[in-house]
Protein backbone atom coordinates (compact mmCIF):
# COMPACT_ATOMS: atom_id res chain seq x y z
CA UNK A 1 0.00 0.00 0.00
CA UNK A 2 1.36 3.44 -0.53
CA UNK A 3 3.18 4.96 2.27
CA UNK A 4 0.68 7.86 2.97
CA UNK A 5 -2.69 5.33 3.41
CA UNK A 6 -3.42 5.34 7.09
CA UNK A 7 -4.40 2.40 8.69
CA UNK A 8 -6.09 2.95 11.83
CA UNK A 9 -4.77 2.67 14.92
CA UNK A 10 -7.69 1.34 17.39
CA UNK A 11 -7.90 -1.71 19.75
CA UNK A 12 -9.83 -3.99 16.99
CA UNK A 13 -9.26 -7.80 17.01
CA UNK A 14 -6.99 -9.35 15.21
CA UNK A 15 -9.23 -10.55 12.81
CA UNK A 16 -10.20 -6.92 12.01
CA UNK A 17 -8.34 -4.96 9.32
CA UNK A 18 -9.26 -1.64 7.71
CA UNK A 19 -7.39 1.11 6.04
CA UNK A 20 -8.53 4.52 4.55
CA UNK A 21 -7.35 5.68 0.93
CA UNK A 22 -5.40 8.82 0.34
CA UNK A 23 -4.67 11.03 -3.14
CA UNK A 24 -1.26 8.67 -3.58
CA UNK A 25 -0.81 5.72 -5.79
CA UNK A 26 -3.67 5.71 -8.62
CA UNK A 27 -3.79 6.79 -12.36
CA UNK A 28 -6.20 9.30 -12.39
CA UNK A 29 -5.25 12.96 -13.83
CA UNK A 30 -5.77 16.52 -13.41
CA UNK A 31 -8.07 17.65 -10.18
CA UNK A 32 -8.70 14.19 -9.19
CA UNK A 33 -5.00 12.79 -9.65
CA UNK A 34 -4.53 10.01 -8.38
CA UNK A 35 -6.38 7.66 -7.36
CA UNK A 36 -9.78 8.64 -7.04
CA UNK A 37 -12.51 5.92 -5.90
CA UNK A 38 -15.54 7.65 -7.36
CA UNK A 39 -17.40 7.03 -10.27
CA UNK A 40 -19.02 10.45 -9.96
CA UNK A 41 -15.99 12.76 -9.67
CA UNK A 42 -16.00 13.46 -13.08
CA UNK A 43 -13.09 11.43 -13.80
CA UNK A 44 -12.19 9.24 -16.77
CA UNK A 45 -14.52 5.83 -15.71
CA UNK A 46 -11.34 3.97 -17.11
CA UNK A 47 -9.37 5.42 -14.45
CA UNK A 48 -11.36 5.14 -11.71
CA UNK A 49 -12.04 1.04 -12.14
CA UNK A 50 -8.07 0.87 -12.07
CA UNK A 51 -7.99 2.38 -9.24
CA UNK A 52 -10.78 0.33 -7.79
CA UNK A 53 -8.90 -2.55 -9.26
CA UNK A 54 -5.52 -1.26 -7.38
CA UNK A 55 -7.50 -1.11 -4.23
CA UNK A 56 -8.58 -4.74 -4.41
CA UNK A 57 -5.26 -6.34 -5.09
CA UNK A 58 -3.45 -4.16 -2.27
CA UNK A 59 -5.79 -5.08 0.38
CA UNK A 60 -6.97 -8.75 -1.18
CA UNK A 61 -10.41 -8.10 -0.73
CA UNK A 62 -13.24 -6.71 -3.06
CA UNK A 63 -15.01 -3.43 -1.30
CA UNK A 64 -18.85 -2.81 -0.91
CA UNK A 65 -19.54 -0.33 -3.22
CA UNK A 66 -22.81 1.90 -2.90
CA UNK A 67 -24.17 4.51 -4.26
CA UNK A 68 -23.89 7.27 -1.27
CA UNK A 69 -26.98 9.56 -1.14
CA UNK A 70 -26.55 11.00 2.59
CA UNK A 71 -28.93 9.22 4.60
CA UNK A 72 -29.42 7.12 7.58
CA UNK A 73 -30.16 3.58 5.04
CA UNK A 74 -27.68 0.83 5.91
CA UNK A 75 -27.48 -2.14 4.01
CA UNK A 76 -25.61 -5.64 4.14
CA UNK A 77 -22.30 -5.38 2.13
CA UNK A 78 -22.92 -9.42 0.88
CA UNK A 79 -26.14 -7.37 -0.93
CA UNK A 80 -24.42 -4.40 -2.20
CA UNK A 81 -21.17 -6.08 -3.51
CA UNK A 82 -24.09 -8.21 -5.74
CA UNK A 83 -25.89 -5.09 -6.99
CA UNK A 84 -22.39 -2.98 -7.73
CA UNK A 85 -21.18 -5.95 -9.79
CA UNK A 86 -24.78 -5.91 -11.71
CA UNK A 87 -24.34 -2.19 -12.83
CA UNK A 88 -27.14 -1.49 -10.11
CA UNK A 89 -25.66 0.20 -6.93
CA UNK A 90 -27.63 0.56 -3.55
CA UNK A 91 -28.91 3.93 -2.45
CA UNK A 92 -27.44 3.71 0.95
CA UNK A 93 -24.70 5.52 3.41
CA UNK A 94 -23.67 2.36 5.24
CA UNK A 95 -23.13 -1.23 5.32
CA UNK A 96 -22.18 -3.43 7.58
CA UNK A 97 -21.64 -7.60 7.02
CA UNK A 98 -20.00 -11.16 9.40
CA UNK A 99 -18.87 -12.12 6.27
CA UNK A 100 -15.10 -12.64 5.57
CA UNK A 101 -13.22 -11.66 3.35
CA UNK A 102 -15.32 -8.47 2.07
CA UNK A 103 -14.85 -4.74 2.86
CA UNK A 104 -18.03 -2.49 3.89
CA UNK A 105 -16.58 0.98 2.34
CA UNK A 106 -17.40 4.03 1.99
CA UNK A 107 -16.13 7.04 -0.18
CA UNK A 108 -15.63 10.75 1.34
CA UNK A 109 -13.93 14.19 0.47
CA UNK A 110 -14.89 15.91 3.52
CA UNK A 111 -17.08 14.10 4.82
CA UNK A 112 -16.71 11.97 7.92
CA UNK A 113 -15.87 7.62 7.70
CA UNK A 114 -17.02 5.52 10.69
CA UNK A 115 -15.44 2.73 10.64
CA UNK A 116 -16.90 -0.11 13.49
CA UNK A 117 -16.55 -3.59 14.50
CA UNK A 118 -17.96 -5.66 17.66
CA UNK A 119 -15.18 -6.48 20.30
CA UNK A 120 -14.70 -10.28 19.15
CA UNK A 121 -14.64 -8.89 15.78
CA UNK A 122 -17.66 -11.08 14.33
CA UNK A 123 -18.93 -8.29 12.30
CA UNK A 124 -17.95 -5.11 10.58
CA UNK A 125 -19.46 -2.25 9.48
CA UNK A 126 -18.73 1.34 7.47
CA UNK A 127 -20.93 4.76 7.34
CA UNK A 128 -20.64 7.99 5.58
CA UNK A 129 -21.24 10.74 7.79
CA UNK A 130 -21.89 13.88 6.42
CA UNK A 131 -24.08 16.36 8.71
CA UNK A 132 -27.31 15.82 7.04
CA UNK A 133 -26.87 11.60 7.51
CA UNK A 134 -25.42 12.30 10.71
CA UNK A 135 -27.99 14.30 12.03
CA UNK A 136 -31.05 11.71 10.78
CA UNK A 137 -28.91 8.77 12.17
CA UNK A 138 -26.77 6.84 9.87
CA UNK A 139 -24.26 5.97 13.01
CA UNK A 140 -26.92 5.00 15.06
CA UNK A 141 -28.41 2.89 12.45
CA UNK A 142 -24.88 1.35 11.42
CA UNK A 143 -24.16 -0.05 14.62
CA UNK A 144 -27.57 -1.63 15.34
CA UNK A 145 -27.02 -3.49 12.00
CA UNK A 146 -23.87 -4.76 13.12
CA UNK A 147 -25.33 -5.76 16.09
CA UNK A 148 -28.15 -7.59 14.76
CA UNK A 149 -25.56 -9.84 12.98
CA UNK A 150 -24.50 -11.24 15.71
CA UNK A 151 -25.52 -14.22 17.16
CA UNK A 152 -28.61 -13.97 19.70
CA UNK A 153 -27.72 -12.20 22.85
CA UNK A 154 -25.59 -9.47 20.78
CA UNK A 155 -27.96 -6.84 20.76
CA UNK A 156 -25.98 -5.27 23.53
CA UNK A 157 -22.39 -6.21 22.79
CA UNK A 158 -19.45 -3.58 22.82
CA UNK A 159 -18.26 -1.70 19.81
CA UNK A 160 -16.15 0.11 18.91
CA UNK A 161 -15.56 2.74 15.93
CA UNK A 162 -12.82 4.82 14.06
CA UNK A 163 -13.41 8.43 12.76
CA UNK A 164 -11.79 9.15 9.93
CA UNK A 165 -10.28 12.07 7.41
CA UNK A 166 -12.90 14.44 7.40
CA UNK A 167 -13.70 18.52 7.18
CA UNK A 168 -11.99 19.92 10.31
CA UNK A 169 -13.65 21.71 13.42
CA UNK A 170 -11.79 25.29 11.98
CA UNK A 171 -13.11 24.60 8.34
CA UNK A 172 -16.23 23.44 8.29
CA UNK A 173 -18.70 26.40 8.05
CA UNK A 174 -22.49 25.91 8.76
CA UNK A 175 -25.70 28.28 8.55
CA UNK A 176 -27.73 28.31 11.39
CA UNK A 177 -30.25 25.66 9.86
CA UNK A 178 -27.36 23.20 10.34
CA UNK A 179 -27.18 23.60 14.15
CA UNK A 180 -31.08 23.87 14.32
CA UNK A 181 -31.00 20.52 13.11
CA UNK A 182 -28.75 18.89 15.63
CA UNK A 183 -30.17 20.82 18.80
CA UNK A 184 -33.74 20.04 17.67
CA UNK A 185 -32.31 15.86 16.98
CA UNK A 186 -30.66 16.32 20.57
CA UNK A 187 -31.43 14.42 23.26
CA UNK A 188 -32.13 16.68 26.64
CA UNK A 189 -28.58 15.11 28.13
CA UNK A 190 -26.86 16.01 24.56
CA UNK A 191 -28.11 19.38 23.89
CA UNK A 192 -25.15 21.27 26.39
CA UNK A 193 -22.30 18.93 24.29
CA UNK A 194 -24.44 19.43 20.59
CA UNK A 195 -24.03 23.31 21.53
CA UNK A 196 -20.18 23.37 22.31
CA UNK A 197 -19.94 21.69 18.88
CA UNK A 198 -21.09 25.02 17.40
CA UNK A 199 -18.64 27.85 17.74
CA UNK A 200 -20.09 31.22 16.36
CA UNK A 201 -18.23 32.18 12.74
CA UNK A 202 -17.75 35.60 11.21
CA UNK A 203 -20.79 38.16 10.91
CA UNK A 204 -23.07 37.54 13.99
CA UNK A 205 -26.36 38.63 12.06
CA UNK A 206 -25.62 35.23 9.64
CA UNK A 207 -25.68 33.04 12.55
CA UNK A 208 -22.79 30.66 11.09
CA UNK A 209 -20.92 28.47 12.68
CA UNK A 210 -17.87 26.28 12.84
CA UNK A 211 -19.22 22.97 13.14
CA UNK A 212 -17.52 19.89 14.57
CA UNK A 213 -18.39 16.78 12.84
CA UNK A 214 -16.19 14.69 14.95
CA UNK A 215 -17.85 15.85 18.33
CA UNK A 216 -21.39 15.43 17.15
CA UNK A 217 -20.64 11.93 15.79
CA UNK A 218 -19.41 11.33 19.12
CA UNK A 219 -22.45 12.34 20.87
CA UNK A 220 -24.31 9.56 18.26
CA UNK A 221 -21.89 6.63 19.25
CA UNK A 222 -22.50 7.48 22.72
CA UNK A 223 -26.43 6.88 22.22
CA UNK A 224 -25.60 3.42 21.32
CA UNK A 225 -23.13 2.87 24.21
CA UNK A 226 -20.08 3.27 21.62
CA UNK A 227 -17.61 4.42 23.74
CA UNK A 228 -14.16 3.08 22.31
CA UNK A 229 -13.63 5.79 19.34
CA UNK A 230 -10.45 6.21 18.00
CA UNK A 231 -9.14 8.61 15.13
CA UNK A 232 -10.67 12.08 14.60
CA UNK A 233 -7.12 13.82 13.88
CA UNK A 234 -7.47 14.81 10.20
CA UNK A 235 -8.46 17.53 8.60
CA UNK A 236 -9.39 17.17 4.53
CA UNK A 237 -9.37 21.00 3.85
CA UNK A 238 -6.15 21.68 5.17
CA UNK A 239 -3.99 19.18 3.72
CA UNK A 240 -4.33 19.23 0.14
CA UNK A 241 -1.39 17.58 -0.44
CA UNK A 242 -2.84 14.27 1.30
CA UNK A 243 -6.43 14.61 0.92
CA UNK A 244 -9.35 15.23 -1.41
CA UNK A 245 -11.89 17.89 -0.36
CA UNK A 246 -15.01 18.99 -1.79
CA UNK A 247 -15.17 21.94 0.03
CA UNK A 248 -11.93 23.69 -0.99
CA UNK A 249 -11.90 22.16 -4.87
CA UNK A 250 -15.48 21.40 -5.43
CA UNK A 251 -13.47 19.70 -8.74
CA UNK A 252 -12.13 16.87 -7.21
CA UNK A 253 -11.43 13.16 -5.87
CA UNK A 254 -13.34 10.34 -3.28
CA UNK A 255 -11.11 8.35 -1.11
CA UNK A 256 -12.43 5.12 0.66
CA UNK A 257 -12.63 3.94 4.08
CA UNK A 258 -13.03 0.35 4.37
CA UNK A 259 -13.34 -2.29 7.37
CA UNK A 260 -13.14 -6.03 6.37
CA UNK A 261 -12.41 -9.24 8.32
CA UNK A 262 -10.21 -12.07 8.09
CA UNK A 263 -10.61 -15.98 8.62
Known sequence: MPADWIVPDWPAPANVRAVFTT??????QGPQATFNLGAKADDDPVAVRTNRALLAARTGVPSAWVAQVHGPRVVDAQDAHQAADAGEPLQADASVTNAVALASTVMVADCLPVLLCDSQGRAVGAAHAGWRGLCAGVIEQTVQALRARLPQGGADAPVMAWLGPCIGPQAFEVGPEVREAFLAAATPEERDATKAAFVPHGDPDAGK???????????????EGVTSVSGGLWCTVSDAARFYSYRRDRTTGRMAALVWRTA
Open 209 to 223: SLADLCALARLRLSR
Open 23 to 28: RAGGVS
